[in-house]
């Protein structure tokens, strides 16, 4: 059977995955060391291993996400990192930062080593460097692949892959978010941030409420309608004659029905999205894909999608899997 990678973004949500069927739990700590670095969210050093034991205690493995590239002459920070999850007694970490890799080869040679998304990590020859020089044992494969070209990358490697089968989607190469940086000020893949709250505004203006991002205006709602939060590629623009979602629609992955073709392919692992969403989100995306996992690997029809209203926008796609995503 395929293993449920679950999202925790604080020790409720791990608690919640854990009780609701996950395999594997995914979660990072309090600081710039990992990519979903919101106020509010993450674990401190003790919050961590208590998680852990909380897993383990209940047959669940916790993989420590510092997928974040180190700054120059901070790197002890994230080095810190991957000796407390190692004495957190994390299962593995989730690393992109090619000398993280070789200093936790280097140093904490027992701790098994993933390659995080971040890494963008698309094809054999890249994927096998990663394995044969520092020892990865597992590569978390980019959303840009179809099910064919990722069946083809497995019969050319020896590690295991992980796909993203349901969440939020990013338009650049694994949040090598040129647009935010530039609004912002801040990169998601040093500072750990998309689109971060400290440069959000909203003013109620005589056309409605306007959300603006570092000063930019995102998205005009007119008087009480949602106002959706402003992040930039999925904000509203007026493009020659036409005005809408320019570079991403407001939707959500969801590859439910793709998990057996997903089977078929190799893939080992299957990675929910979400570590900014409540334990409430969590919990019922993580039964809903471990009965679709169950029925997998009985021979069962794939259950009917249950998920629509947690999906962005209340509607899904199956991105790059089938290449229909624009």
Same mark, same amino acid.
């Given at each position: 059977?395929?293993?449920?990678?679950?999202?925790?973004?604080?020790?409720?949500?791990?608690?919640?995955?854990?009780?609701?069927?996950?395999?594997?739990?995914?979660?990072?700590?309090?600081?710039?060391?990992?990519?979903?670095?919101?106020?509010?969210?993450?674990?401190?050093?003790?919050?961590?291993?208590?998680?852990?034991?909380?897993?383990?205690?209940?047959?669940?493995?916790?993989?420590?996400?510092?997928?974040?590239?180190?700054?120059?002459?901070?790197?002890?920070?994230?080095?810190?990192?991957?000796?407390?999850?190692?004495?957190?007694?994390?299962?593995?970490?989730?690393?992109?930062?090619?000398?993280?890799?070789?200093?936790?080869?280097?140093?904490?040679?027992?701790?098994?080593?993933?390659?995080?998304?971040?890494?963008?990590?698309?094809?054999?020859?890249?994927?096998?460097?990663?394995?044969?020089?520092?020892?990865?044992?597992?590569?978390?494969?980019?959303?840009?692949?179809?099910?064919?070209?990722?069946?083809?990358?497995?019969?050319?490697?020896?590690?295991?892959?992980?796909?993203?089968?349901?969440?939020?989607?990013?338009?650049?190469?694994?949040?090598?978010?040129?647009?935010?940086?530039?609004?912002?000020?801040?990169?998601?893949?040093?500072?750990? !941030?998309?689109?971060? +709250?400290? %440069?959000?505004?909203? @003013?109620?203006?005589?056309? =409605?409420? &306007? #959300?603006?991002?570092?000063?930019?205006?995102?998205?005009?709602?007119?008087?009480?309608?949602?106002?959706?939060?402003?992040?930039?590629?999925?904000?509203?623009?007026?493009?020659?004659?036409?005005?809408?979602?320019?570079?991403?629609?407001? !939707?959500?992955?969801? +590859?439910? %029905?793709?998990?057996? @073709?997903?089977?078929?392919? =190799?893939? &080992? #692992?299957?990675?929910?999205?979400?570590?900014?969403?409540?334990?409430?989100?969590?919990?019922?995306?993580?039964?809903?894909?471990?009965?679709?996992?169950?029925?997998?690997?009985?021979?069962?029809?794939?259950?009917?999608?249950?998920?629509?209203?947690?999906?962005?926008?209340?509607?899904?796609?199956?991105?790059?899997?089938?290449?229909?995503?624009?």
């Amino acid at each position: 059977m395929m293993e449920l990678v679950c999202p925790a973004g604080t020790p409720a949500a791990l608690r919640a995955a854990v009780e609701a069927g996950a395999q594997t739990i995914y979660c990072g700590f309090a600081d710039e060391t990992n990519a979903r670095n919101f106020p509010g969210l993450n674990f401190d050093r003790e919050e961590m291993a208590a998680g852990v034991a909380f897993a383990h205690g209940r047959g669940a493995k916790v993989l420590v996400a510092i997928n974040t590239f180190p700054r120059a002459g901070a790197e002890p920070l994230w080095h810190r990192a991957i000796a407390d999850a190692e004495t957190a007694g994390a299962d593995a970490v989730i690393l992109a930062d090619i000398g993280l890799l070789a200093h936790a080869a280097a140093h904490h040679p027992g701790l098994r080593r993933h390659l995080s998304v971040q890494a963008a990590a698309a094809n054999p020859d890249v994927i096998n460097f990663y394995a044969e020089t520092f020892g990865v044992k597992r590569v978390v494969l980019p959303r840009v692949l179809t099910v064919d070209e990722i069946a083809a990358i497995n019969r050319e490697i020896d590690v295991e892959t992980e796909v993203f089968v349901f969440g939020g989607l990013c338009v650049m190469a694994e949040g090598r978010c040129s647009l935010s940086s530039y609004a912002t000020g801040k990169s998601p893949n040093m500072n750990g !941030v998309c689109s971060p +709250a400290s %440069h959000v505004d909203y @003013a109620e203006e005589p056309g =409605g409420l &306007t #959300a603006r991002l570092g000063g930019f205006t995102i998205h005009r709602t007119a008087k009480g309608q949602p106002a959706p939060y402003p992040t930039l590629c999925k904000g509203c623009f007026t493009s020659g004659d036409q005005t809408g979602h320019v570079f991403e629609d407001p !939707v959500s992955l969801d +590859a439910t %029905h793709l998990i057996p @073709a997903l089977a078929r392919a =190799g893939v &080992t #692992a299957l990675k929910i999205e979400g570590r900014q969403r409540s334990r409430a989100y969590v919990a019922e995306v993580v039964r809903s894909f471990r009965a679709a996992i169950e029925a997998q690997a009985a021979g069962r029809p794939m259950p009917e999608a249950a998920l629509a209203r947690l999906s962005e926008g209340q509607a899904a796609t199956t991105g790059a899997y089938a290449k229909t995503w624009r």
